[in-house]
């Protein structure tokens, strides 16, 4: 058996026969490019687009800027440059990346927008979020040495929270309180035809819901551009049909195209299925497991870091406990080697284990002395030990938290929520439960093919696009 992923030398030296089923030393085991290589190897340069590079060279200026894009348009991508194009014109302590939700903020390896601002749930009035910060040592000291500020997930802003926090940089920020956001410059990203915020008003649309309605909005940026290079798909009938579906439309092709894709028949287990809600995702993903048979192998994650923002790591996709099985379907939730492509949403199987007597794994998962490493057979019929990965959450550029996690998550199910962002090989769906404008197009616009897609039961009237969000698309991108 020919094993890949190794990096730690403990882990070869130290290899030996715990219980049936684990990988010993008859294993011929090729260890992993050196994290010098793998370096050197992101280091090829990129070719950005026309339109990246026009925000590139805007931030390089002192620009503002709002990026929008469909799903799959590189808006990560692009945005892990400027952060560190920021981090070279200002310093890394004076940079501060956040976003709307903890998925999102720990995939940048930033903290939660509210987090950042001190402002709690930020359900008060601006005064009193302004009394709140002012008595917060830490949040008080970080707007006020912020030089930049990167928003990620704009759309689950709303736009009362965009408003307030202008207001709270221009006056917490007194040097500069006749500038915008106190002279921050701010870079925000997002795609506004995906989820949007929560309000607990029924009637969205008689009162001010979204970011881009805040007051300060069209004044806060010197560039407002929308990506239109789609990466993640290449098939030009799906391109077209998600383009349309993130509009709210669906023509008859395109009825025609999701009909297709419509099945009675049960899809094999391999396929991962998305759940708008995160009970049916829970149930079938605990179901899967205590149907096989085996060993249950337990990873506790190794948490360290002061609250709040410890607590941030409770809202990131990489679980607090992983319980897995050999046979259990997993998906990594961390970039772990691009050149192979063993990228966050690869999906696979676990086939085995590895035996070490590693401290740090064995801190995570104990077995009569050792620690276990779940091997997967990855769909793409590379198996490799997966290791554990680091998640950190950072203010500037001081660490405050960290989790020491195996980078995996049951994946016979995941929630439309949780999987924004990421890219699917295969992907099953009912789209007659979605229940929120831009559900759909969320779900659909993971799958890089249009065989890779499955689903259970389909309703136009489901397809739907917010109609501020649309108004806003025309006024400002078209």
Known sequence: MRIEGVKMKSIVSSLGIAFRGIVTKSSTIENKPTRSSSRAARKKKIKWTD?????????SKGESVFITGSAGSGKTMLVKEIIKLLKKIHGRSAVFITASTGVAACALSGQT????????????????????VCKDKEALKRWKNAKALVIDEISMVDANLFDNLEFLARKLRSKFSDERWGGLQLVVSGDFFQLPPIIDSQDSLSMKEFAFEADCWNSSFDLQVELSTVFRQSEPPLIRLLQGIRRGK????????????????????????????????????????????????????????????K?????????????IRIGARVMLTKNVNINRKLVNGAAGTVSNFFVTKDGAVRDLCSDNGCGLLPIVRFDSGREWVVE?????????????????????????????????????????????????????????????????????????????????????YEDHFE
């Open 388 to 472: 554990p990965e680091m998640w950190i959450v950072m203010e500037g550029d001081k660490v405050c938290a960290r989790r020491m996690q195996i980078p995996l998550v049951l994946a016979w199910a995941l929630s439309i929520h949780k999987c924004q962002g990421m890219t699917l090989d295969r992907l099953h769906t009912n789209l007659s439960r979605a229940f929120d404008y831009g559900m759909v197009y969320v779900a659909l616009s993971r799958v890089r093919s249009l065989e890779g897609l499955h689903l259970s039961g389909f309703k136009p009237r489901k397809i739907r696009a917010h109609p501020k969000v649309l108004r806003f």
């Open 311 to 323: 607590g941030q790591l409770h809202q990131g996709i990489t679980p607090t406990c992983l319980n």
């Open 51 to 59: 339109r990246q590079s026009q925000i590139l060279s805007s931030i």
């Open 113 to 132: 927008l509210h987090s950042f601002a001190g402002v709690g749930l930020a359900t008060a009035d601006r005064e009193v979020l302004f009394s709140r």
């Open 250 to 309: 669906c023509d008859f092709e395109d009825f025609k195209l999701l009909k297709q894709r419509c099945s009675n028949t049960e899809p094999e287990a391999s396929v991962i299925r998305l759940y708008p809600r995160n009970e049916d995702v829970k149930r079938v993903n605990e179901k899967r497991l205590s149907s096989l048979e085996g060993k249950l192998v337990v990873y506790h994650a190794l948490d360290s870091g002061d609250d709040p923002w």
